[in-house]
Nanobody, 123 residues
Framework: QVQLVESGGGSVQAGGSLRLSCQAS???????VGWFRQALGERREFVAY????????DYVDAVKGRFTISRDSAKNTVYLQMSSLKPEDTAVYYC?????????????????WGQGTQVTVPS
């Protein structure tokens, strides 16, 4: 089993920045890590993913140029640096990890999920 723990959420004014962290522990045989978010009353949506070797990275169009995903393999940690935050970025952000390759923007490709961390950008 893999345990994922997110941290770094909070409330920030529009235009501000936050960095989310996702630390993996346990049987850390994972091939890719993704971030998803779910706003109140909305469906969970893909935000970004990174393969563990960092050869593949992708983002949803809404965050391209503002968010950066990265990983520190020595710390088993993946980061999501979020800049120029907007009120529409308000959501619970979830870290997810998987080892069976699939369509990495689909939540169904991920076997492990964190508990989520709230990000709020007041309008």
């Amino acid at each position: 089993q893999v345990q994922l723990v997110e941290s770094g959420g909070g409330s920030v004014q529009a235009g501000g920045s936050l960095r989310l962290s996702c630390q993996a522990s346990g049987r850390t045989f994972i091939n890719f890590v993704g971030w998803f978010r779910q706003a109140l009353g909305e469906r969970r949506e893909f935000v970004a993913y990174i393969t563990w070797n960092a050869e593949m990275i992708d983002y949803v169009d809404a965050v391209k140029g503002r968010f950066t995903i990265s990983r520190d393999s020595a710390k088993n940690t993946v980061y999501l640096q979020m800049s120029s935050l907007k009120p529409e970025d308000t959501a619970v952000y979830y870290c997810a990890a998987g080892y069976m390759r699939g369509v990495l923007s689909n939540a169904s490709s991920y076997q492990y999920w964190g508990q989520g961390t709230q990000v709020t950008v007041p309008s």
